[in-house]
Nanobody
């Protein structure tokens, strides 16, 4: 079974940057649509950014457009986060679905989709 592992979280000051990584040891992510999601305390999990298997299609949540960039290579999916705000504080998860779906569908419906595989999450805290 596909197991996703996130890394790169931490504590950063407002305006700073972090890069998150998502990998699947022993598996190739090449054929999957992959997404990054986040969940803050007391809030629902939300789609942040999703990328197609070819990287030709990308989707971003409204709150991160222009600040976050999703990218990938054959083994890893990255989330570059710039101009971070305290409101970005959350546990960040990566997710993959098989059969694959569109980036829009993954980002909008993954929290309610039982076919989605989730990582264990990595904490991002934006605070001075």
């Amino acid at each position: 079974q596909l197991q996703l592992v996130e890394s790169g979280g931490g504590l950063v000051q407002p305006g700073g940057s972090l890069r998150l990584s998502c990998a699947a040891p022993g598996f190739t992510l090449h054929y999957y649509t992959i997404g990054w999601f986040r969940q803050a305390p007391g809030k629902e999990r939300e789609g942040v950014a999703c990328i197609s298997s070819s990287a030709g299609s990308k989707y971003y949540g409204d709150s991160v457009k222009g600040r976050f960039t999703i990218s990938r290579d054959n083994a890893t999916v990255y989330l570059q986060m710039n101009s971070l705000k305290p409101a970005d504080t959350a546990v960040y998860y990566c997710a993959a679905r098989w059969p694959i779906t569109t980036v829009q569908t993954l980002c909008r419906t993954a929290p309610r989709d039982v076919a989605v595989n989730w990582g264990q999450g990595t904490q991002v805290t934006v605070s001075s």
